[in-house]
């Protein structure tokens, strides 16, 4: 249901003046001039007016009645968000530190106004001591790219277009004869990858139709660092947040230890030779599938993530009064929600100190409970009455530390924090993205309307779909109770199992089949699960695509080039079978099939004028028609051996169709 205000008097102006006319000319039957221009209609419509002006203010319900009202059925406004940068460090001499702690702040960021923005680094990071010289492909085919990864914005493929096997992504580190491996690289090194979507206009190319196109796996991703000649060191992955360069995060490796510089020759005779570390990424068996081949924006070594908050600490933040209800304001704002740590001393050097505890309210606290509430957008700590949650005694010296930071002022734009310490550098290379500011009321109102409308639970197969459809994002979802990925002839009968069948969004304007990545299906898994009833297992598996291919002979109609007769069957055939609206398991026939080519129309002109024969390669099934000189279309079966006729191709309950991005259509009657 929606959260709709109650309206507690719906008079207005117009019903109040109506109202006063009424009781006049029933209480004063001699007053019979209603018009405006009369002194007394004058103050008639001018308390009406007032009184209307009331009924509005009484038929307002405040937005702290609304929260409260909220709270109370586990909807919380969302807090003020920090905004996250990734800030890449560069190493400027041999006097770079070996880490830079978490929490290391950045210098103030005018922003105007007298407004400043804050950073701090997220965490520890372990500081590679040496340059990132170059970016290389290795084999098969080579490439410097260098260039690409400091431009941040045209992207690069690290394995080539199609990331065959064995392709390779070379890092190469600056270097002097005789250093060692433990000198420059710490225990951990950490890279960045930040990944672009590949163009549309990239070679897609699809292998011959076959029965189903199942979901590729990624190719395991090998590093390793080389130790002399061509005799490498293999290197573990701690971590690995971008699921092997399928999605923005941070690769965590073991440092190499055996690994030695190795000497490049110098461009010029009579300079020195140079030398390098180098690290490569090799792709293993049996490479990525076709169109699945990472991009890349940028790789970045010795990054992390800075987030717009600082440390505070108000000390003294204020002196107690001893009175209930004291409402204290913390300097900064807004604050981290649980991060507010308060304490009371007495008077004097030695005084006792005493810890308190933020509580959400005091509704469970007693006379002696050391608790404050914190108002965490307006920055407020306020304490107890002495009956609910104790009051501070007066004179007590009251200290906060806490973290502040948040809101939209905090989304930076790239280049503007910069660290400047002895022997390291660091710039956001990228913008500053996620900070927002506290949820106002109106918004919450509305998240709450929808909340409570929406289904929390997932009990029937239905409720499975349209969590995996509205929240886990998904293009198509389908489950299936009873169905057993381990016991498949069961389907249906296996008790307390549920098994969803997921399709993403369209991929490069359906240039790709919808994969869900492993990404993908584990947030829709662990969406689920938090959902499921108890004693429910959940299973959440890539659909089965069926890749379906038209060889088509038509005539088209005067006016249009073979070019745009053939895109324009194309894209409407692919429109039609690669619809999210179309489900699962559904029946394709041959005459819709020969139906949607003759409706293609550019600018409501129809572009066929009539179709000589249709062949549709749907997984190994194959629908024939063909025009009868009678006009009528027939069916020949199998094309062109098989005398039976096939009309209709149902699909199963976990297949969806794709109509292929290159169907072969053959045009006559076009203009050249």
Known sequence: MSLVPPILDDRRFDDLRAEAIERIRLACPEWTDFNPSDPGMTLVELFAWFTD???????????????????????????????????EFNPADNNCPTIIPAGTPSPAIDLGGGAVARFQTERDLHMVRSRLEAVTRGLPDEADLTELNKAADRGFDPFGPKGAE???????????????????????????VSVMTRLVNDDFSLPEPQASLQRPQVPPLLWSARMENDVWEPLEIIEDETRRFSRDGFIRIAGPRRA?????????PSSENKYAFELRCRVGRPGFAFGCAPRLRHLAVNAVNAIARTLETDNPLATSTGLQGQTLQLRNKPVKPGSVKLSTRGPGENGKAELWIEVEDFSASSSTDLHFTLDAANGQIRFGDGLYGKIPDA????????????????????????YDFPGVSGVNLFPAVGGSDAEPATRLRQRAAARLRSRDRAVAAADFEDIALSIGKMGRAKAIAGLHPDFPDLCGRMPGVV?????????????????PTDTEIDDVKNLLDS???IGCELFVQAARIVPVKLTVAITANPGFSVDVVQREVGKTLNEW??????????NLSGGDLWSRVLQTTVTETPVVKEIESLVAFIGDQI?????????????????????????NVRLQRHEIPWGVPNHKITVTGAAQ
């Open 53 to 87: 002006l009331t009924l509005y203010r009484m038929n307002k319900v405040p937005d702290k009645l609304h929260g409260e009202l909220l709270s109370l059925v586990g909807i919380q406004p969302e807090a003020a968000k920090p905004a996250v940068a990734l800030v």
């Open 166 to 192: 064995q392709s390779e992504l070379r890092l190469r580190f600056s270097a002097k004869a005789g250093d060692q491996a433990g000198q420059i690289f710490p225990d951990i090194m950490t890279l960045h």
């Open 260 to 268: 030695v510089p190795i000497a490049r020759p110098s461009v010029k």
């Open 395 to 418: 004179g007590r010296r009251i200290s906060a530390t806490y973290l502040a930071g948040g809101g939209v002022q905090g989304n930076v734009s790239a280049q503007k924090i910069k």
């Open 499 to 515: 098994t969803v069948f997921v399709v993403s969004r369209s991929r490069q304007e359906g240039k790709l089949p919808p994969w």
């Open 531 to 533: 959902r499921r009833v």
């Open 577 to 586: 079978l690669n619809s999210d609206e179309r489900g699962f398991g559904i």
């Open 623 to 647: 629908i024939s028609l063909k025009q009868s000189t009678a006009g009528k279309i027939q069916a020949l079966g199998r094309w062109p051996d098989d005398p039976s006729s096939i009309l």
